[in-house]
Protein backbone atom coordinates (compact mmCIF):
# COMPACT_ATOMS: atom_id res chain seq x y z
CA UNK A 1 0.00 0.00 0.00
CA UNK A 2 1.50 3.33 -0.64
CA UNK A 3 2.27 5.74 1.89
CA UNK A 4 -0.38 8.46 2.65
CA UNK A 5 1.05 12.14 1.87
CA UNK A 6 1.08 14.73 4.09
CA UNK A 7 -0.11 18.30 3.89
CA UNK A 8 1.45 21.42 5.06
CA UNK A 9 -1.02 22.32 8.18
CA UNK A 10 -0.29 25.97 6.52
CA UNK A 11 -1.77 24.58 3.48
CA UNK A 12 -4.79 22.75 5.12
CA UNK A 13 -5.91 25.71 6.99
CA UNK A 14 -5.73 27.71 3.83
CA UNK A 15 -7.95 25.11 2.03
CA UNK A 16 -10.61 25.11 4.55
CA UNK A 17 -10.86 28.96 4.62
CA UNK A 18 -11.09 29.50 0.82
CA UNK A 19 -13.87 26.40 0.92
CA UNK A 20 -16.91 28.07 0.16
CA UNK A 21 -15.37 31.18 -1.44
CA UNK A 22 -14.13 29.26 -4.49
CA UNK A 23 -16.52 28.99 -7.34
CA UNK A 24 -16.21 25.84 -10.16
CA UNK A 25 -16.28 26.01 -13.63
CA UNK A 26 -17.89 24.26 -16.24
CA UNK A 27 -15.90 21.46 -17.82
CA UNK A 28 -13.06 22.43 -20.53
CA UNK A 29 -14.55 21.66 -24.35
CA UNK A 30 -12.97 21.86 -27.67
CA UNK A 31 -13.20 25.62 -28.76
CA UNK A 32 -15.95 26.16 -31.78
CA UNK A 33 -14.64 27.61 -34.27
CA UNK A 34 -18.25 29.23 -35.51
CA UNK A 35 -19.31 30.63 -31.74
CA UNK A 36 -20.07 33.82 -31.84
CA UNK A 37 -17.89 36.59 -30.19
CA UNK A 38 -19.23 38.89 -27.66
CA UNK A 39 -16.47 41.51 -27.97
CA UNK A 40 -16.92 44.73 -28.19
CA UNK A 41 -17.17 46.97 -32.10
CA UNK A 42 -13.78 47.66 -33.14
CA UNK A 43 -13.17 51.49 -33.45
CA UNK A 44 -11.90 51.10 -37.27
CA UNK A 45 -13.86 52.84 -40.02
CA UNK A 46 -15.45 50.02 -42.35
CA UNK A 47 -16.43 51.23 -45.98
CA UNK A 48 -17.79 48.21 -46.89
CA UNK A 49 -21.68 48.06 -46.44
CA UNK A 50 -24.06 44.66 -45.24
CA UNK A 51 -25.41 42.24 -46.98
CA UNK A 52 -28.29 42.59 -48.81
CA UNK A 53 -31.52 40.93 -46.84
CA UNK A 54 -34.14 40.06 -49.34
CA UNK A 55 -33.77 36.64 -51.36
CA UNK A 56 -33.24 36.36 -54.82
CA UNK A 57 -34.11 33.11 -56.95
CA UNK A 58 -31.74 31.14 -60.03
CA UNK A 59 -33.27 27.96 -61.82
CA UNK A 60 -31.44 25.77 -64.18
CA UNK A 61 -29.65 22.24 -64.76
CA UNK A 62 -27.24 21.05 -62.17
CA UNK A 63 -24.03 20.54 -63.97
CA UNK A 64 -21.87 19.15 -61.18
CA UNK A 65 -22.06 19.55 -57.21
CA UNK A 66 -19.44 18.91 -54.50
CA UNK A 67 -19.00 19.11 -50.70
CA UNK A 68 -19.23 22.68 -50.98
CA UNK A 69 -20.81 23.99 -54.47
CA UNK A 70 -23.42 23.12 -56.78
CA UNK A 71 -23.11 24.91 -60.74
CA UNK A 72 -26.38 24.93 -62.60
CA UNK A 73 -26.81 26.49 -66.22
CA UNK A 74 -29.49 28.59 -66.85
CA UNK A 75 -31.77 29.34 -69.27
CA UNK A 76 -29.90 32.23 -70.95
CA UNK A 77 -27.27 29.80 -70.77
CA UNK A 78 -24.98 31.12 -67.96
CA UNK A 79 -23.04 28.98 -66.10
CA UNK A 80 -23.08 29.34 -62.29
CA UNK A 81 -21.41 28.28 -59.31
CA UNK A 82 -22.48 28.73 -55.88
CA UNK A 83 -21.14 28.04 -52.84
CA UNK A 84 -23.36 25.96 -50.34
CA UNK A 85 -21.92 25.25 -47.41
CA UNK A 86 -24.53 26.82 -45.31
CA UNK A 87 -27.38 25.81 -47.52
CA UNK A 88 -30.03 23.99 -46.92
CA UNK A 89 -30.41 21.31 -49.67
CA UNK A 90 -33.71 19.73 -50.25
CA UNK A 91 -33.66 16.70 -53.02
CA UNK A 92 -35.05 13.20 -51.93
CA UNK A 93 -32.34 11.22 -53.86
CA UNK A 94 -29.98 14.16 -54.08
CA UNK A 95 -28.94 16.11 -56.62
CA UNK A 96 -27.68 14.33 -59.88
CA UNK A 97 -26.34 15.77 -62.84
CA UNK A 98 -29.08 17.24 -65.20
CA UNK A 99 -31.82 18.06 -62.39
CA UNK A 100 -33.78 21.42 -62.29
CA UNK A 101 -33.14 22.86 -59.31
CA UNK A 102 -34.06 26.26 -57.54
CA UNK A 103 -31.15 28.35 -55.84
CA UNK A 104 -32.34 30.72 -53.40
CA UNK A 105 -29.36 33.43 -52.18
CA UNK A 106 -29.16 36.35 -51.02
CA UNK A 107 -26.09 38.96 -51.86
CA UNK A 108 -25.06 40.95 -55.25
CA UNK A 109 -24.75 37.84 -58.50
CA UNK A 110 -23.10 39.94 -60.65
CA UNK A 111 -23.54 38.20 -64.10
CA UNK A 112 -21.65 34.80 -63.18
CA UNK A 113 -19.74 35.85 -60.65
CA UNK A 114 -21.00 34.97 -57.29
CA UNK A 115 -18.38 36.03 -55.15
CA UNK A 116 -20.81 38.32 -53.40
CA UNK A 117 -23.30 35.54 -52.75
CA UNK A 118 -25.02 33.74 -49.81
CA UNK A 119 -27.25 30.39 -50.47
CA UNK A 120 -29.73 29.81 -48.47
CA UNK A 121 -31.59 26.79 -50.23
CA UNK A 122 -31.40 24.28 -53.12
CA UNK A 123 -34.11 22.85 -53.89
CA UNK A 124 -34.52 19.70 -56.50
CA UNK A 125 -37.74 20.80 -58.77
CA UNK A 126 -38.37 17.10 -59.40
CA UNK A 127 -41.78 17.63 -60.94
CA UNK A 128 -41.17 20.05 -63.40
CA UNK A 129 -40.09 19.82 -66.81
CA UNK A 130 -38.78 23.59 -67.99
CA UNK A 131 -40.47 24.78 -71.30
CA UNK A 132 -37.11 26.22 -73.19
CA UNK A 133 -36.76 26.70 -76.96
CA UNK A 134 -34.09 24.74 -78.38
CA UNK A 135 -32.07 25.84 -81.35
CA UNK A 136 -32.43 23.43 -84.31
CA UNK A 137 -29.00 21.98 -84.94
CA UNK A 138 -28.18 19.25 -87.49
CA UNK A 139 -25.01 17.13 -86.57
CA UNK A 140 -23.41 13.46 -85.00
CA UNK A 141 -22.51 13.30 -81.57
CA UNK A 142 -21.43 10.66 -79.56
CA UNK A 143 -21.65 10.34 -75.80
CA UNK A 144 -18.48 10.66 -73.90
CA UNK A 145 -19.96 8.89 -70.97
CA UNK A 146 -22.69 6.99 -69.94
CA UNK A 147 -25.85 8.64 -69.80
CA UNK A 148 -29.57 8.62 -69.73
CA UNK A 149 -31.88 9.00 -72.95
CA UNK A 150 -35.41 10.83 -71.13
CA UNK A 151 -37.99 11.86 -72.93
CA UNK A 152 -38.14 15.59 -72.06
CA UNK A 153 -35.62 17.97 -71.08
CA UNK A 154 -35.69 16.80 -66.90
CA UNK A 155 -34.16 14.10 -65.27
CA UNK A 156 -37.61 13.89 -63.53
CA UNK A 157 -39.07 12.74 -67.15
CA UNK A 158 -39.43 9.20 -68.31
CA UNK A 159 -36.44 7.59 -69.30
CA UNK A 160 -36.03 6.32 -71.93
CA UNK A 161 -32.64 4.40 -72.67
CA UNK A 162 -29.19 3.85 -70.55
CA UNK A 163 -26.79 4.91 -73.23
CA UNK A 164 -23.04 3.37 -72.59
CA UNK A 165 -20.04 5.93 -73.51
CA UNK A 166 -19.27 6.17 -77.10
CA UNK A 167 -22.82 6.05 -78.67
CA UNK A 168 -23.92 7.30 -81.45
CA UNK A 169 -26.63 10.18 -81.74
CA UNK A 170 -28.45 12.37 -84.43
CA UNK A 171 -28.36 15.49 -81.94
CA UNK A 172 -31.45 17.85 -83.72
CA UNK A 173 -31.52 21.09 -81.16
CA UNK A 174 -29.61 22.33 -78.56
CA UNK A 175 -31.29 24.69 -75.57
CA UNK A 176 -29.15 27.31 -73.07
CA UNK A 177 -29.77 25.06 -70.00
CA UNK A 178 -27.50 22.34 -71.62
CA UNK A 179 -29.39 19.85 -72.78
CA UNK A 180 -29.79 18.48 -76.31
CA UNK A 181 -32.63 17.32 -78.38
CA UNK A 182 -31.75 13.80 -80.06
CA UNK A 183 -32.80 10.76 -82.21
CA UNK A 184 -31.45 7.34 -81.22
CA UNK A 185 -33.14 3.90 -82.87
CA UNK A 186 -35.89 6.17 -84.02
CA UNK A 187 -36.96 7.76 -80.71
CA UNK A 188 -37.17 11.50 -80.24
CA UNK A 189 -35.01 11.85 -76.87
CA UNK A 190 -33.18 14.19 -74.48
CA UNK A 191 -29.85 14.11 -73.47
CA UNK A 192 -27.67 16.51 -71.13
CA UNK A 193 -25.70 18.04 -73.49
CA UNK A 194 -22.54 18.81 -71.26
CA UNK A 195 -21.38 15.04 -72.08
CA UNK A 196 -21.96 15.16 -76.00
CA UNK A 197 -18.90 15.74 -78.40
CA UNK A 198 -18.55 15.78 -82.27
CA UNK A 199 -15.34 14.08 -81.82
CA UNK A 200 -15.77 10.35 -82.77
CA UNK A 201 -14.50 7.93 -79.82
CA UNK A 202 -11.10 5.98 -80.13
CA UNK A 203 -11.23 2.21 -80.07
CA UNK A 204 -11.76 1.36 -76.73
CA UNK A 205 -8.97 -1.05 -75.11
CA UNK A 206 -9.94 -4.35 -74.07
CA UNK A 207 -12.01 -5.20 -71.24
CA UNK A 208 -9.73 -5.51 -67.75
CA UNK A 209 -10.19 -7.59 -64.55
CA UNK A 210 -8.92 -5.38 -61.42
CA UNK A 211 -6.20 -8.32 -60.97
CA UNK A 212 -5.19 -7.32 -64.55
CA UNK A 213 -4.96 -3.76 -64.12
CA UNK A 214 -1.90 -2.00 -64.13
CA UNK A 215 -0.01 1.13 -63.57
CA UNK A 216 2.49 3.27 -65.42
CA UNK A 217 3.65 5.94 -63.31
CA UNK A 218 4.39 9.63 -64.90
CA UNK A 219 4.17 13.09 -64.09
CA UNK A 220 3.56 15.15 -66.58
CA UNK A 221 0.73 18.30 -67.81
CA UNK A 222 -2.95 17.35 -68.92
CA UNK A 223 -5.78 18.85 -69.76
CA UNK A 224 -9.19 18.13 -70.59
CA UNK A 225 -10.91 18.14 -74.04
CA UNK A 226 -14.38 17.52 -72.70
CA UNK A 227 -16.65 18.42 -69.36
CA UNK A 228 -14.59 15.61 -68.17
CA UNK A 229 -16.34 13.68 -64.54
CA UNK A 230 -13.27 13.25 -62.00
CA UNK A 231 -14.18 9.84 -59.96
CA UNK A 232 -12.83 8.21 -56.69
CA UNK A 233 -11.90 5.16 -59.01
CA UNK A 234 -11.05 3.94 -62.22
CA UNK A 235 -14.02 2.71 -62.86
CA UNK A 236 -17.58 4.34 -63.89
CA UNK A 237 -18.97 2.81 -60.99
CA UNK A 238 -16.42 5.29 -58.72
CA UNK A 239 -18.08 8.57 -56.65
CA UNK A 240 -17.83 11.26 -58.73
CA UNK A 241 -15.77 13.75 -57.28
CA UNK A 242 -16.25 16.82 -59.66
CA UNK A 243 -16.26 17.75 -63.00
CA UNK A 244 -13.37 19.73 -65.10
CA UNK A 245 -14.52 21.93 -67.59
CA UNK A 246 -12.50 21.98 -70.90
CA UNK A 247 -9.34 23.24 -70.90
CA UNK A 248 -8.75 22.44 -67.24
CA UNK A 249 -5.19 21.84 -66.34
CA UNK A 250 -4.41 18.36 -64.46
CA UNK A 251 -1.04 16.87 -63.43
CA UNK A 252 -1.50 13.24 -64.49
CA UNK A 253 0.17 10.47 -62.34
CA UNK A 254 -0.44 7.99 -63.72
CA UNK A 255 -1.80 5.38 -66.74
CA UNK A 256 -3.30 2.53 -66.17
CA UNK A 257 -4.00 0.07 -69.14
CA UNK A 258 -7.61 -0.13 -69.05
CA UNK A 259 -8.43 3.14 -70.25
CA UNK A 260 -8.28 5.31 -67.28
CA UNK A 261 -5.71 8.06 -66.06
CA UNK A 262 -4.86 8.54 -61.96
CA UNK A 263 -4.40 12.88 -61.96
CA UNK A 264 -4.59 15.37 -59.00
CA UNK A 265 -7.86 17.06 -59.16
CA UNK A 266 -8.53 20.11 -56.65
CA UNK A 267 -5.19 19.06 -54.34
CA UNK A 268 -7.27 15.19 -54.24
CA UNK A 269 -6.07 11.73 -56.19
CA UNK A 270 -8.46 11.34 -58.88
CA UNK A 271 -9.55 8.96 -62.16
CA UNK A 272 -10.75 10.16 -65.38
CA UNK A 273 -11.35 8.56 -69.02
CA UNK A 274 -7.70 9.13 -71.02
CA UNK A 275 -9.48 9.74 -74.30
CA UNK A 276 -10.78 13.00 -73.05
CA UNK A 277 -7.10 14.04 -71.87
CA UNK A 278 -4.66 16.18 -74.06
CA UNK A 279 -0.74 17.10 -73.53
CA UNK A 280 -1.64 20.23 -75.58
CA UNK A 281 -2.42 23.54 -73.94
CA UNK A 282 -5.74 24.70 -74.82
CA UNK A 283 -5.51 28.28 -76.44
CA UNK A 284 -7.55 29.28 -73.13
CA UNK A 285 -7.09 27.15 -70.75
CA UNK A 286 -9.06 27.71 -67.45
CA UNK A 287 -6.84 28.74 -64.82
CA UNK A 288 -7.61 26.12 -61.48
CA UNK A 289 -4.83 27.46 -58.81
CA UNK A 290 -5.51 27.83 -55.63
CA UNK A 291 -3.82 30.80 -55.74
CA UNK A 292 -5.58 33.36 -58.34
CA UNK A 293 -2.76 34.94 -61.69
CA UNK A 294 -1.61 38.22 -60.43
CA UNK A 295 -0.99 40.79 -57.47
CA UNK A 296 -3.87 42.39 -56.11
CA UNK A 297 -3.45 45.86 -53.76
CA UNK A 298 -4.35 45.59 -50.01
CA UNK A 299 -4.93 47.85 -47.74
CA UNK A 300 -3.20 47.11 -43.93
CA UNK A 301 -6.39 47.49 -41.53
CA UNK A 302 -5.20 45.64 -38.34
CA UNK A 303 -9.12 45.66 -36.72
CA UNK A 304 -11.49 44.17 -35.56
CA UNK A 305 -14.82 43.89 -37.66
CA UNK A 306 -17.82 41.24 -37.14
CA UNK A 307 -19.47 39.09 -39.71
CA UNK A 308 -22.60 40.24 -41.27
CA UNK A 309 -23.76 36.29 -42.31
CA UNK A 310 -22.74 33.21 -41.71
CA UNK A 311 -19.39 33.64 -43.64
CA UNK A 312 -16.79 30.99 -45.55
CA UNK A 313 -12.88 31.40 -44.99
CA UNK A 314 -11.04 30.64 -47.50
CA UNK A 315 -7.50 29.71 -48.46
CA UNK A 316 -7.22 32.09 -50.79
CA UNK A 317 -8.97 34.67 -52.69
CA UNK A 318 -10.96 33.03 -55.18
CA UNK A 319 -14.48 31.47 -54.45
CA UNK A 320 -13.87 28.20 -55.55
CA UNK A 321 -10.74 27.56 -53.28
CA UNK A 322 -11.04 25.37 -50.30
CA UNK A 323 -13.01 26.46 -47.35
CA UNK A 324 -11.08 26.14 -44.12
CA UNK A 325 -14.23 27.39 -41.77
CA UNK A 326 -17.86 29.07 -41.64
CA UNK A 327 -17.61 32.11 -39.45
CA UNK A 328 -21.02 32.00 -38.15
CA UNK A 329 -22.92 35.80 -37.98
CA UNK A 330 -21.57 37.94 -35.10
CA UNK A 331 -17.96 36.53 -35.43
CA UNK A 332 -15.72 38.88 -34.14
CA UNK A 333 -12.42 38.85 -37.10
CA UNK A 334 -9.07 39.65 -37.11
CA UNK A 335 -8.72 41.69 -40.50
CA UNK A 336 -5.09 42.40 -41.21
CA UNK A 337 -6.13 43.31 -45.39
CA UNK A 338 -8.53 44.90 -47.42
CA UNK A 339 -8.10 43.78 -50.87
CA UNK A 340 -8.76 45.97 -53.71
CA UNK A 341 -10.95 42.81 -55.36
CA UNK A 342 -13.14 42.93 -52.21
CA UNK A 343 -12.15 40.06 -50.19
CA UNK A 344 -10.50 40.41 -46.92
CA UNK A 345 -7.43 38.67 -45.61
CA UNK A 346 -8.04 37.75 -41.77
CA UNK A 347 -6.51 35.44 -38.86
CA UNK A 348 -8.97 33.12 -38.00
CA UNK A 349 -7.94 30.38 -35.47
CA UNK A 350 -4.12 30.67 -35.89
CA UNK A 351 -4.23 30.56 -39.28
CA UNK A 352 -4.56 33.31 -42.69
CA UNK A 353 -7.26 32.99 -44.50
CA UNK A 354 -9.56 35.13 -46.72
CA UNK A 355 -13.51 35.95 -47.03
CA UNK A 356 -15.64 38.40 -48.67
CA UNK A 357 -15.14 41.95 -47.33
CA UNK A 358 -18.90 42.23 -48.42
CA UNK A 359 -20.08 40.81 -45.21
CA UNK A 360 -17.76 42.43 -42.72
CA UNK A 361 -19.32 45.42 -40.48
CA UNK A 362 -17.33 47.62 -37.88
CA UNK A 363 -20.35 46.69 -35.31
CA UNK A 364 -21.63 43.28 -34.22
CA UNK A 365 -24.96 42.61 -35.51
CA UNK A 366 -27.41 43.23 -33.06
CA UNK A 367 -29.52 39.65 -33.39
CA UNK A 368 -26.18 38.13 -32.10
CA UNK A 369 -25.02 40.94 -29.25
CA UNK A 370 -24.32 39.68 -25.99
CA UNK A 371 -23.72 40.69 -22.19
CA UNK A 372 -20.40 41.99 -21.73
CA UNK A 373 -17.59 39.76 -21.43
CA UNK A 374 -17.35 39.49 -17.60
CA UNK A 375 -21.12 38.78 -17.23
CA UNK A 376 -20.64 35.83 -19.49
CA UNK A 377 -17.79 34.23 -17.32
CA UNK A 378 -17.46 32.32 -14.17
CA UNK A 379 -14.75 33.93 -11.73
CA UNK A 380 -12.18 31.39 -10.87
CA UNK A 381 -8.67 32.13 -9.21
CA UNK A 382 -5.94 29.20 -10.12
CA UNK A 383 -2.85 29.12 -12.17
CA UNK A 384 -2.92 26.82 -15.54
CA UNK A 385 -0.31 25.69 -18.24
CA UNK A 386 -1.06 25.77 -21.65
CA UNK A 387 -0.21 21.91 -23.62
CA UNK A 388 1.45 23.65 -26.60
CA UNK A 389 2.13 27.40 -28.25
CA UNK A 390 -1.12 28.87 -27.11
CA UNK A 391 -2.40 32.38 -28.07
CA UNK A 392 -3.85 35.04 -25.71
CA UNK A 393 -6.54 36.74 -27.69
CA UNK A 394 -8.33 40.05 -27.40
CA UNK A 395 -11.86 38.22 -27.55
CA UNK A 396 -13.26 34.72 -27.18
CA UNK A 397 -13.50 34.34 -30.38
CA UNK A 398 -10.64 31.93 -33.05
CA UNK A 399 -11.19 35.43 -34.78
CA UNK A 400 -9.89 37.39 -32.17
CA UNK A 401 -6.71 39.39 -32.44
CA UNK A 402 -3.62 37.76 -30.92
CA UNK A 403 -1.76 39.78 -28.12
CA UNK A 404 0.38 37.26 -27.01
CA UNK A 405 1.74 33.94 -27.46
CA UNK A 406 3.93 32.76 -24.05
CA UNK A 407 5.88 30.34 -23.40
CA UNK A 408 4.33 26.82 -23.19
CA UNK A 409 6.14 25.55 -19.85
CA UNK A 410 4.89 29.11 -18.25
CA UNK A 411 2.33 29.71 -15.56
CA UNK A 412 -0.65 32.13 -16.48
CA UNK A 413 -3.10 32.85 -14.41
CA UNK A 414 -7.19 32.48 -14.83
CA UNK A 415 -9.87 34.28 -13.69
CA UNK A 416 -12.55 33.20 -15.58
CA UNK A 417 -14.05 30.62 -17.68
CA UNK A 418 -17.16 31.05 -19.96
CA UNK A 419 -20.29 29.35 -19.14
CA UNK A 420 -20.31 26.56 -21.90
CA UNK A 421 -16.61 26.11 -20.45
CA UNK A 422 -15.03 26.62 -24.30
CA UNK A 423 -12.80 30.15 -23.15
CA UNK A 424 -10.74 30.69 -20.35
CA UNK A 425 -10.20 34.89 -18.90
CA UNK A 426 -6.19 34.76 -18.21
CA UNK A 427 -3.32 37.07 -17.22
CA UNK A 428 0.12 36.80 -18.23
CA UNK A 429 2.52 39.63 -17.46
CA UNK A 430 0.21 42.45 -17.83
CA UNK A 431 -2.04 40.88 -20.35
CA UNK A 432 -5.48 40.11 -20.14
CA UNK A 433 -7.12 38.20 -22.29
CA UNK A 434 -8.45 34.72 -23.72
CA UNK A 435 -7.13 31.13 -24.46
CA UNK A 436 -9.03 27.96 -25.58
CA UNK A 437 -9.61 25.80 -22.33
CA UNK A 438 -9.17 22.97 -23.99
CA UNK A 439 -5.53 23.72 -24.46
CA UNK A 440 -4.55 24.57 -20.59
CA UNK A 441 -4.23 22.57 -17.78
CA UNK A 442 -3.32 22.77 -13.71
CA UNK A 443 -1.03 20.16 -14.35
CA UNK A 444 2.54 21.71 -13.85
CA UNK A 445 5.02 20.86 -17.19
CA UNK A 446 8.07 18.20 -15.97
CA UNK A 447 5.87 17.14 -12.64
CA UNK A 448 7.09 13.97 -11.23
CA UNK A 449 4.27 10.80 -11.41
CA UNK A 450 4.04 11.24 -7.45
CA UNK A 451 5.13 15.07 -6.73
CA UNK A 452 2.26 16.67 -5.53
CA UNK A 453 0.78 20.26 -7.35
CA UNK A 454 -0.78 22.67 -4.46
CA UNK A 455 -3.98 23.92 -6.15
CA UNK A 456 -6.75 25.64 -4.39
CA UNK A 457 -10.13 25.58 -6.16
CA UNK A 458 -13.57 23.78 -6.11
CA UNK A 459 -14.20 20.58 -8.26
CA UNK A 460 -17.11 18.31 -9.22
CA UNK A 461 -17.71 14.76 -9.53
CA UNK A 462 -18.73 13.54 -13.06
CA UNK A 463 -19.66 10.18 -11.95
CA UNK A 464 -20.47 8.36 -8.29
CA UNK A 465 -16.56 8.33 -7.08
CA UNK A 466 -15.17 6.31 -4.71
CA UNK A 467 -13.25 8.51 -2.24
CA UNK A 468 -9.84 6.62 -0.79
CA UNK A 469 -7.40 6.70 2.15
CA UNK A 470 -4.34 6.96 -0.16
CA UNK A 471 -3.43 6.97 -3.85
CA UNK A 472 -3.88 3.37 -4.01
CA UNK A 473 -6.75 2.09 -6.04
CA UNK A 474 -6.57 -0.87 -3.26
CA UNK A 475 -6.53 1.25 -0.04
CA UNK A 476 -9.54 1.94 2.06
CA UNK A 477 -12.73 3.42 0.83
CA UNK A 478 -13.65 6.55 3.13
CA UNK A 479 -16.84 7.35 1.11
CA UNK A 480 -18.62 6.98 -2.17
CA UNK A 481 -20.20 10.18 -3.14
CA UNK A 482 -22.68 10.69 -6.00
CA UNK A 483 -21.96 12.68 -9.42
CA UNK A 484 -22.51 16.42 -8.71
CA UNK A 485 -20.65 16.34 -5.57
CA UNK A 486 -18.58 19.28 -4.91
CA UNK A 487 -15.18 18.94 -3.19
CA UNK A 488 -12.36 21.21 -2.84
CA UNK A 489 -9.45 20.21 -4.36
CA UNK A 490 -5.54 21.29 -3.00
CA UNK A 491 -3.31 19.38 -4.62
CA UNK A 492 -3.26 16.83 -7.43
CA UNK A 493 -0.40 14.74 -8.79
CA UNK A 494 0.43 13.49 -12.57
CA UNK A 495 0.11 9.83 -12.31
CA UNK A 496 -3.92 10.68 -12.09
CA UNK A 497 -5.11 11.16 -8.63
CA UNK A 498 -6.82 14.49 -6.85
CA UNK A 499 -6.33 15.16 -3.57
CA UNK A 500 -9.49 16.45 -1.34
CA UNK A 501 -11.29 17.62 1.34
CA UNK A 502 -14.37 15.35 2.76
CA UNK A 503 -15.59 16.33 5.92
CA UNK A 504 -12.50 17.98 6.97
CA UNK A 505 -10.38 14.88 5.90
CA UNK A 506 -8.03 14.75 3.20
CA UNK A 507 -8.91 11.81 1.15
CA UNK A 508 -8.02 10.63 -2.73
CA UNK A 509 -9.61 10.48 -5.37
CA UNK A 510 -8.99 9.78 -9.39
CA UNK A 511 -8.47 12.71 -10.95
CA UNK A 512 -10.84 11.83 -14.41
CA UNK A 513 -14.04 12.04 -12.67
CA UNK A 514 -13.43 15.34 -11.60
CA UNK A 515 -13.96 18.68 -13.47
CA UNK A 516 -13.67 22.67 -12.50
Not at 55 to 82: K, P
Request: one cysteine or more; hydrophobic letters at 35%.
Amino acid sequence: MKRKPKLTAALLALALAALTACSGGTQSAAPDTQSASSAPAASAESTESEAPAEEQIEEGSVVATSMNTITILTTDGRELNFPTVDATVEAADGLLEGDWVQVTYRGALNGTDTTGVQVDRVVDLADHTPDIEMADVDETVYTTGPAGLFAANSTSAEKLADLAKGTQLHRTGKGPHGWSRVEYNGQVGYVFGDYLTTTAPQSQPAATTDASVTVQDVNETVYATVRLRMRASASLDGAVLGVATPGTQLTRTGVLNNGWSKVIYNNTAAYCDSEYLTTTKPAEAVNHDETPAGEVARREVDATYYTSVALKLHVTYAQDSSVVAVAPMGTALHVQYLLDNHWAQVEYGGQTAYCVSQFLVTEQPAATQNAPVETAFTDVDDVVYPIAALHIRETPSLGGKVLSTPDANTGWRRTGISADGQWSRVEFNGVTGYAASQYLTNVRPGLGATEEQETNETVTTTAKLRLHETTDVDSPVVAVVPAGTALHRVAYTADGWSIVLYNGETVYCATQYVTQ
